[in-house]
């Protein structure tokens, strides 16, 4: 069997020995270059899997290699190595395209742990994410996202994955998980707007026992379990200050402490987070630290609203009607075309999560397994505005009109919080004393 073949380059000779032992004893071959323009004589020789280059070369810097080799060598990761306290020199060359980054003194542990996710990493002729069942679309912002996801799979950079709610930023980052070389190791979603902020830092860090008043065993944290694979932070603009300086600090030095714990624990994790608010604009508010974004947001990747794209709604009915129909006894229903028609038109505020209970609920209702326009239920769609109103002769009773916002309003914040109805209520800025009237009120269970 060949074996795998690493390309070192740096111009400290220690540094050199240093990493072809550690890589030896893994079993890999090793070339070594002095400097860019030895590295680049080596790439066009030989074939190599992986490539360790230090930031400052004599001719040149490893983000002029990290270039050079995307643009001639694109299968083979990189991973920079810069000196300590450099983090603005290590988040510039993940943008650059760098697969990940070391600092000086090189730790053997993370050196190791780096290099084996790497060449797990599977080698691809094509340059967009395979089409399946969960992410639909042939429009150009989908075949753009898909693209985008395969490129990011093959990296360790934080993404901050920004879109509306009921987009799929949750299924995005399950396939940045699935295509990269940490696809074998857990993925681990956690939605921060459903912890109550009392028990954030047990849920992420976990503590041990005796810790605090219920604390009757140890308890593994989020981290812990997410160790070796993903952690995924939905609605991360939720967290409060004092949590997010806590994270701030496990992402920077890759540990984290259990509460009433005395050492820490060292954790290899890639993050990934989503919301669905505006995080830069959060940030000039002040209710989201300047540095924690940085750090998330080394790239950003959009998911594309429904409205977006509404050529693809065609090709997403037709699957979601065949996947509601998956029971025993049942038949596909048929989408009528004034149905059809009317789904285009809409502005779908929820977006795919939306059109897919929009679906389920007229599937249930429809006669002779067809779906026609009144099944929908949308009769104000087409007469509304681009920005949802209603007009006044649409409108046969105000009371009830608005009980009908309210209620749609309060089913997206329960359904996005995953039904935890105190993080409801701190959406939609309402006490949960309100919040439980209004259930009540509406009855909604």
């Known amino acids: 069997m060949t074996r795998q073949r690493a390309l070192i380059v740096d111009d400290e000779p220690d540094i050199r020995e240093l990493l072809e032992i550690t890589l030896g004893r893994m079993k890999l071959d090793t070339r070594s270059a002095r400097n860019v323009k030895e590295a680049r004589e080596w790439l066009a020789k030989e074939p190599f899997d992986l490539c360790l280059t230090d930031m400052r070369l004599p001719d040149g810097t490893g983000l002029d290699l990290v270039q050079h080799i995307l643009q001639r060598h694109p299968q083979v990761p990189v991973a920079m190595i810069t000196a300590y306290g450099s983090l603005d020199t290590a988040i510039n060359a993940l943008k650059a395209g760098a697969f990940d980054f070391l600092t000086k003194p090189v730790d053997l542990g993370r050196l190791r742990e780096l290099v084996a996710t790497a060449l797990r990493l599977r080698p691809t002729d094509s340059e967009e994410l395979p089409v399946d069942s969960r992410l639909l679309g042939e429009s150009p912002p989908m075949k753009a996202l898909r693209k985008q996801i395969l490129k990011l799979a093959r990296s360790q950079a934080p993404v901050y994955i920004s879109g509306e709610s009921g987009s799929g930023k949750e299924l995005v980052a399950r396939l940045i998980h699935e295509q990269g070389g940490r696809s074998e190791q857990p993925f681990v979603p956690v939605n921060c707007g459903a912890i109550p902020s009392e028990l954030m830092e047990s849920e992420f860090f976990g503590h041990k026992k005796g810790s605090f008043t219920g604390a009757i065993e140890d308890k593994q944290g989020l981290f812990q379990a997410a160790n070796g694979g993903t ?11 004092p949590m997010q300086v806590k994270l701030l600090r496990s992402i920077q030095e890759k540990a984290v402490r259990a ?5 820490e624990l060292v954790v290899d994790v890639r993050i990934l987070c989503a919301t669905h608010k505006d995080l830069a604009a959060e ?20 998911v594309p609203p429904l409205r977006e794209r509404r050529e693809d709604i065609a090709q997403l009915t037709e699957v979601m009607l065949k996947r509601l129909a998956e029971g025993p006894g049942l038949s596909p229903a048929r989408l009528a075309t004034d149905a059809l028609d009317k ?19 007229a599937y249930t209702l429809c006669e002779d397994d067809q779906i026609t326009a009144a099944d929908l239920r949308l009769a104000d769609a087409c007469g509304s505005s681009e920005n949802g109103d209603a007009s006044l002769a649409q ?5 009830d009109h608005l009980e009908d916002i309210e209620r749609k309003l309060i ?7 995953r ?14 004393r309100s919040m439980r009237y209004r259930l009540k009120k509406l009855g909604i269970d």
Do not use: C, H
């Not at 952690?231 to 200050?241: K, N, Q």
């Not at 300047?290 to 750090?295: E, F, G, I, V």
């Not at 039904?419 to 949960?432: E, I, Y």
């Open 231 to 241: 952690l995924f932070l939905d609605e991360v603009a939720d967290l409060p200050l």
């Open 395 to 399: 409108i046969d009773n105000l009371e």
């Open 259 to 263: 509460v009433g714990g005395q050492q």
């Open 343 to 361: 789904l285009k038109n809409y502005r779908f505020p929820g977006n795919v999560r939306e059109l897919e209970n929009m679906l389920e609920r």
């Open 419 to 432: 039904w935890n109805r105190t993080a409801a209520a701190q959406r939609l800025g309402l006490s949960f």
């Open 411 to 417: 089913m997206q914040a329960l359904e996005e919080t």
């Open 283 to 302: 940030v000039a508010a002040g209710r989201f630290r300047q540095d924690l974004y940085y750090r998330l947001n080394v790239i950003e990747l959009r």
